[in-house]
C-alpha cells in the first residue's frame, strides 16, 4: 500500500537537506531561517558540511549560528571532486578531510572555530590528477591558507592558537616560508617577518637526514591531533619504505575509518612525523622532485 506524505513533512524534508547547498549559494537568510526551524546542522553536501562551506563563505553570523545550534568543529569533510578558481581558471582537483578551519575566510570566524575546539594543525588535502602536482597529495594548513589570501590578522590568530609555522610542502621545503616569500615580493613583508619572529625557518631533505631512515621498516605510527594509534599492514610499510614514489602520502586513521595526510601523524616508536619520513625516503630512492 502507498503512503501519501504529507506536503509539509516533505518540505521540511527537503528544506533540511539542502541546508549546505543553501549557504554554497549564499543565500545566507534563508539558511539561518532553515537552521531556525530545525535544519541538521552537522549535514554535509556532496563535499562538504554546512559549517565549513559557511566559514569558507565568510558570513560571521551563519557560523555562530551553526556552532550555537551544534555544529560540530571537529567534522572531516569526505573525499570529493571539486572545482576552485585559481585566478582567471577554473582547475578540478579531488578534496578531503576538509576542516571548517582550514580555509576559513577571516579572523573573526577563525576564533569562532578557535573558542569552540578546533585545531589549526589538522586539514584537508588535495589530490590533482594533471599538472606539475600530478597523483601528488598536498596538505592544505589553514596557515598557508591564511598566508595565501594575505590576511595578517589572519595569520596571527592561527599562530597565537599554536599553528605549526614549519610545513613540508612535496618538494621538502617549508610551505609556510615558500609563501611568506610570494607575498614579500608582492611588497608585505611582514608576513615573512613575523613568522620568522614565531620560529619558522627553511626546511631541507638532505643526503644525512635520508640516510637515517635506513635499516628499520616501521609500523605503528600515531595521530597527533587524537593521540589513536594504527598499524600499517607489513606489505605496504615494506612498499613505502621501498618504493614510496608509488604511494599516495594519505593513510588510515583507524580509530575513524578515515584518512588523512602523512603530515598529520608520527611514528609511534620514533616520533618522526610522517610525511618528513616519506619525504626523506624519496630523497633516499632518487625519486624526491
Known amino acids: 500500500m502507498k503512503k501519501n506524505i504529507p506536503l509539509f513533512l516533505l518540505w521540511a524534508f527537503v528544506s533540511c537537506a539542502s541546508l549546505p547547498y543553501t549557504i554554497e549559494d549564499r543565500k545566507f537568510d534563508k539558511a539561518k531561517q532553515m537552521i531556525e526551524e530545525g535544519a541538521d546542522v552537522n549535514q554535509t553536501s556532496d563535499c562538504f558540511h554546512a559549517l565549513t562551506i559557511a566559514a569558507m563563505e565568510g558570513d560571521e553570523g551563519l557560523v555562530k549560528l551553526l556552532l550555537d545550534k551544534g555544529a560540530k568543529v571537529e567534522n572531516r569533510s569526505k573525499e570529493c571532486d571539486y572545482t576552485d578558481r585559481i585566478g582567471p581558471f577554473k582547475m578540478k582537483f579531488r578534496w578531503g578531510a576538509r576542516t571548517a578551519l582550514d580555509r576559513v575566510a577571516n579572523a573573526k570566524?577563525?576564533?569562532?572555530?578557535?573558542?569552540?575546539?578546533?585545531?589549526?594543525?589538522?586539514?584537508g588535502y588535495r589530490e590533482y590528477s594533471f599538472g606539475p602536482d600530478y597523483d601528488a597529495a598536498l596538505w592544505n594548513a589553514a596557515l598557508w591558507n591564511a598566508v595565501r589570501i594575505a590576511d595578517f590578522e589572519l595569520v596571527k590568530v592561527l599562530v597565537e592558537a599554536?599553528?605549526?609555522?614549519?610545513?613540508?610542502?612535496?618538494?621538502?621545503?617549508?610551505?609556510?616560508?615558500?609563501?611568506a616569500e610570494a607575498?614579500?615580493?608582492?611588497?608585505?613583508?611582514?608576513?615573512?617577518?613575523?613568522?620568522?619572529?614565531?620560529?619558522?625557518?627553511?626546511?631541507?631533505?638532505?643526503d644525512v637526514k635520508a640516510k637515517s631512515t635506513d635499516g628499520k621498516i616501521l609500523t605503528k605510527y600515531k595521530h597527533i591531533a587524537t593521540g589513536a594509534v594504527t598499524e600499517m599492514s607489513a606489505d605496504i610499510a615494506?612498499?613505502?619504505?621501498?618504493?614510496?614514489?608509488?604511494y599516495s602520502a594519505l593513510t588510515l586513521n583507524a580509530a575513524d575509518g578515515a584518512y588523512y595526510h602523512y603530515a598529520e601523524f608520527v611514528w609511534?616508536?620514533?616520533?618522526?612525523?610522517?610525511?618528513?619520513?616519506?619525504?626523506?625516503?624519496?630523497?633516499?630512492?632518487?625519486?624526491?622532485?
Not at 570566524?109 to 586539514?123: E, S, V
Not at 605549526?164 to 610551505?175: E, F, Q, T
Not at 615580493?185 to 608576513?191: D, L, N, T, V, Y
Not at 615494506?238 to 608509488?246: I, Q
Open 109 to 123: 570566524i577563525a576564533k569562532l572555530l578557535l573558542a569552540k575546539g578546533a585545531n589549526p594543525n589538522i586539514a
Open 162 to 179: 599554536g599553528a605549526n609555522v614549519n610545513v613540508y610542502n612535496k618538494s621538502g621545503k617549508n610551505a609556510i616560508w615558500e609563501m
Open 183 to 206: 607575498r614579500k615580493s608582492q611588497g608585505k613583508p611582514e608576513f615573512l617577518s613575523y613568522l620568522q619572529s614565531k620560529g619558522m625557518k627553511k626546511l631541507e631533505i638532505t
Open 238 to 246: 615494506k612498499g613505502v619504505y621501498e618504493n614510496p614514489k608509488n
Open 268 to 289: 609511534a616508536e620514533t616520533g618522526q612525523n610522517l610525511y618528513e619520513w616519506y619525504l626523506l625516503r624519496q630523497k633516499k630512492t632518487g625519486t624526491l622532485k
